[in-house]
């Protein structure tokens, strides 16, 4: 089955830019999307289709995808940007709907 | 604005069934979305369980596909979940979701409900 993979922890200062990775075989070729959540809250979509912006969302996020990795960039980052990140992707050879393991992204 | 709720019980014993009803507002469940359900167990990540499409075309977790049946009933604009033979590892906040097509695929969650815990203990 298809696997993603995403660095456990990310620590970022105010202000600063963070790019969280989520890795796969061949990733470059499917459609990724990544949700932010924040705790007690469902997941909110803030990429999809590897680089699309969704209404409401800033434009300080941002998504690219190629190869084996796609990343989520975070520019000027601010307190309220502090939740787990999860990348996603639709398997079609294996029918099968696959989350990564999340990033969790601190602002210090 | 569509709104999604989950309901059901928040305990279940183990080796007994989930049941989740998942009620649809403010659009049609035969709407051309795909419609389903993902979980998280109490700190982790999120777990997709299964999807469905005009309750025709339904795609299963391969690790869960043996315990769980997904009902869907369009007059009450309402689709259901049924996990059976639970256990501990089955403890999780369980989300029903609307997710958006491309091509006929599986697209991203377009939509979430809150989501309910449901705990798995004697």
């Known amino acids: 089955s298809y696997v993603l993979t995403q660095p456990p922890s990310v620590s970022v200062a105010p202000g600063e830019t963070t790019t969280l990775t989520c890795g796969g075989n061949y990733i470059g070729g499917k459609s990724v999307h990544w949700y932010q959540q924040k705790p007690g809250l469902a997941p909110v979509v803030v990429i999809y289709?590897?680089?699309d912006r969704p209404s409401g969302i800033p434009a300080r996020f941002s998504g690219s995808n190629s190869g084996n990795t796609a990343t989520l960039t975070i520019s000027g980052v601010e307190a309220g940007d502090e939740a787990d990140y999860y990348c996603q992707v639709w398997d079609s050879s294996s029918n099968q709907y696959v989350f990564g393991p999340g990033t969790q992204v601190t602002v210090l | 604005q569509l709104q999604l709720q989950e309901s059901g019980p928040g305990l279940v014993k183990p080796s007994e069934t989930l049941s989740l009803n998942c009620t649809v507002s403010g659009g049609s469940i035969s709407s051309p979305y795909y419609w389903g359900w993902i979980r998280q167990p109490p700190g982790k990540g999120l777990d997709w369980i299964a999807s469905?499409?005009?309750?025709?075309?339904?795609f299963y977790n391969s690790a869960l596909k043996s315990r769980v049946t997904i009902s869907v009933d369009t007059s009450k604009n309402h689709f259901s979940l049924r996990l059976d033979s639970v256990t501990a590892a089955d403890t999780a906040v369980y989300y029903c979701a609307r997710y958006r097509l491309h091509l006929g695929d599986l697209s991203y969650v377009k939509d979430w409900g809150r989501g309910t815990l449901v705990t798995v203990s004697s």
């Open positions: 289709y590897d680089s």
């Open positions: 469905f499409y005009n309750a025709g075309n339904t």
